[in-house]
């Protein structure tokens, strides 16, 4: 089987940062069992380096909500925005006052603390400060995705009606979006690296718990979510297992019968 892991809170803690050793096994296990084991995840190549050495026993990196994809280390698919896209994104989200981060597959950019609009987003970027992150200036040309904030929803709004066929938006909740190239997703990479291999999709398993993994879960022929999971990803599964501090991804794979 095709097996598509997510990272955080699926195979990494999001507050531990820790891989469980039951999640390593499990993983080894079905690998050596003839499975093929690929994480799928909503980060950039930049954000997935630093827990690189926890997930060195993967067989593919689907990075960037299928903005960038690689197997066996050699990336197979690329997809930054222009020189263009990235101004003309960038000069929107100005004009709509939009908060955002943007995640490129080498640096992440976004605009001083004393540009930010709100309070609620200056704070999640003082969670990177040191990280080296770039400016918006920085940015163009050199961004696959972003990460953005409002205390209006009527500012996203008028956003995504400006810029409708172009970009897919995922509601991460409470005033966050998720925001790709159109028809990137964790799902749109499942069927890349499915297609690449030769496995028809009626072998594929996701695995995950927050809302971008929704459409991974519908993709995939068996979607299972983590116990710690968002109600809204649990009633899309075929299964729930325990929290991965539980050992849910062993149990997952236990149930699935490929260890």
Not at 56 to 77: E, N, P, Q, R, W
Request: proline share 2%.
């Amino acid at each position: 089987m095709l097996i598509f892991f997510d990272i955080d809170g699926t195979l990494i803690g999001d507050l531990s940062h820790i891989m469980p050793e039951s999640a390593v096994r499990a993983v080894a296990d079905a690998r050596k069992n003839g499975h093929i084991c690929a994480v799928n995840t909503g980060r950039t190549k930049k954000l997935v380096e630093p827990d690189m050495e926890k997930l060195t026993g993967f067989d593919a990196f689907l990075m960037g909500c299928g903005t960038m994809i690689s197997l066996h280390g050699k990336v197979l698919t690329h997809r930054t925005f222009s020189l263009s896209e990235s101004e003309e994104i960038i000069e929107a989200l100005h004009r709509h006052g939009i908060d955002a981060v943007l995640e490129g597959s080498e640096n992440n950019y976004n605009d001083s603390l004393d540009e930010i609009r709100t309070k609620t987003f200056r704070d999640f970027v003082r969670r990177f400060a040191g990280e080296g992150y770039g400016s918006f200036r920085d940015a163009v040309g050199n961004f696959d995705k972003f990460y953005a904030y409002v205390d209006d929803i009527s500012r996203m709004k008028a956003f995504e009606k400006e810029f409708m066929g172009r970009l897919d938006f995922v509601d991460r909740k409470q005033g966050f979006y998720e925001i790709m190239p159109k028809g990137c997703s964790k799902a749109s990479a499942m069927e890349f690296m499915a297609g690449e291999l030769g496995i028809p999709m009626e072998e594929t398993v996701a695995m995950g718990d927050s809302s971008n993994d929704i459409p991974m879960l519908r993709c995939a022929h068996i979607g299972i979510a983590m116990g710690n999971a968002t109600d809204d990803v649990k009633a899309e599964a075929d299964y729930v297992t325990t929290s991965l501090e539980e050992d849910g991804v062993w149990n997952a794979l236990k149930w699935l019968g490929v260890i």
